[in-house]
């Protein structure tokens, strides 16, 4: 959790790693633990704050990651408390000496006194759901206060573990994503057969939206790490041209790697400023650089990493690619727009103005002039995507 909070490191990365050598069960309730602390940090501090001789700046990284643990055991996973304490007081000894005291005394105080009472208004609405008030307030202005609270509490639980059939037949018990073709739901320990590819459910929409024809030269503008470029790919069955591009070299050169037997073409290129020709391509996808605030459940740092001033920046450069797809599409042709988030200046703002297309036979429900997938209304990330013609 260390490096999460404090290097920049992705959670599901982490977690993944960390875990990798633990029996399948030990590592759940570790990657359970990890992800549930980092959902609820912002009410395990304000805890711990309340119970604290000192400042949370004053307590070693490793030993306050290792009391939010404790807390988050104490007031959301139903621990027994002496489990929780004693757990949490044996890491707190072997991480710095001295430290096992001054936990155990947070955790029995925490025992004691629960978790504060929650501030009236938004303020408190924010934080029952574990949200920066930024965040909550958005949802509010752009949703109203019962579909924000339900796409946020939705966004706070466990994300299902989703993968996308290519060939072959699904494990024993699988169970096929509603509306979204290729998509299941797996069981926690069912082992991933060779025909199948770990991908969220929003994700597969994506590249269903763009319905790839065959015979055509298909751009997918910012594809990196390859998982939509694969699926386009797939559609095709060898019948048309994927090209897929990315900013970043390092990036490029990983998604070749894994994908060394996909037919994708790759290139290093920037979506706002590409070297293809105008009217190039037949169809075009930009899924583009967002917030990833559709990504709580699987990603639940990304709340700490984000500020309001990040969405303008973003939305300049969303606007740019999208720009940029619309002049190398054919004329006819047919751009995708898709982005991992739900603030309406990444969303429907981006392409105010530009003549959309109804999008039908996928879950969820139209916004603005687009489609939206989310949690609380398909069990996928939240999605937003628009179709355009160039």
């Given at each position: 959790m260390t490096r999460v909070l404090r290097s920049g490191a992705y959670s599901n990365l982490v977690v993944r790693g960390e875990t990798r050598d633990l029996a399948q069960d030990d590592a759940r309730l570790a990657q359970r633990l990890g992800y549930d602390t980092i959902r609820n940090l912002l009410r395990i501090d304000r805890t711990i704050d309340s119970v604290s001789t000192r400042p949370l700046t004053a307590i070693g990284d490793e030993v306050l990651d290792t009391i939010r643990v404790g807390v988050n055991e104490l007031l959301f996973t139903g621990t027994a408390d002496h489990a929780a304490v004693d757990s949490a007081v044996e890491?707190?000894?072997?991480?710095?000496?001295?430290?096992?005291?001054?936990?155990?005394?947070?955790?029995?105080?925490?025992?004691?006194?629960?978790?504060?009472?929650f501030p009236e208004g938004d303020q408190g609405g924010a934080l029952r759901l574990g949200q920066p008030l930024w965040i909550y307030e958005q949802m509010l202005s752009a949703w109203g206060e019962d579909e924000a609270a339900t796409f946020l509490a939705a966004s706070q639980l466990e994300a299902p573990r989703?993968?996308?059939?290519?060939?072959?037949?699904?494990?024993?018990?699988?169970l096929p994503v509603s509306g979204i073709s290729s998509a299941y739901l797996l069981p926690p320990q069912a082992v991933l057969p060779e025909g199948m590819v770990v991908q969220d459910g929003a994700s597969i929409a994506v590249s269903l939206a763009l319905d790839p024809q065959p015979a055509e030269v298909i751009l997918d503008l910012a594809a990196a790490p390859g998982g939509k470029a694969l699926h386009i790919a797939d559609l095709l069955d060898g019948s048309g041209v994927?090209?897929?591009?990315?900013?970043?070299?390092?990036?490029?050169?990983?998604?070749?790697?894994?994908?060394?037997?996909?037919?994708?073409?790759?290139?290093?290129?920037?979506?706002?400023?590409?070297?293809?020709?105008s009217d190039s391509f037949n169809r075009v996808l930009v899924d583009a650089p967002c917030s990833g605030l559709?990504?709580?459940?699987?990603?639940?740092?990304?709340?700490?990493?984000?500020?309001?001033?990040?969405?303008?920046?973003?939305?300049?450069?969303?606007?740019?690619?999208?720009?940029?797809?619309?002049?190398?599409?054919?004329?006819?042709?047919?751009?995708?727009?898709?982005?991992?988030?739900?603030?309406?200046?990444?969303?429907?703002?981006?392409?105010?103005?530009?003549?959309?297309?109804?999008?039908?036979?996928?879950?969820?429900?139209?916004w603005g002039g687009g489609w939206l997938l989310a949690p609380h209304l398909t069990g996928t990330d939240g999605m937003f995507i628009t179709r355009i013609r160039g």
């Open positions: 890491v707190a000894r072997s991480i710095e000496p001295g430290a096992s005291g001054f936990c155990n005394a947070i955790l029995r105080a925490v025992i004691r006194q629960g978790e504060p009472e989703t993968a996308r059939l290519r060939w072959g037949e699904a494990p024993d018990g699988a994927v090209i897929a591009s990315d900013r970043h070299s390092r990036r490029v050169t990983s998604a070749v790697g894994r994908l060394e037997e996909s037919p994708v073409r790759w290139c290093v290129a920037d979506g706002r400023r590409t070297p293809y020709r559709g990504t709580l459940r699987r990603r639940p740092e990304v709340r700490f990493r984000t500020t309001q001033a990040d969405l303008t920046n973003l939305a300049a450069v969303q606007v740019d690619m999208l720009a940029e797809a619309l002049r190398v599409v054919r004329p006819g042709g047919l751009v995708v727009y898709s982005v991992c988030t739900v603030t309406p200046q990444e969303t429907i703002n981006v392409i105010e103005g530009l003549h959309t297309e109804p999008l039908t036979g996928l879950p969820g429900r139209p």
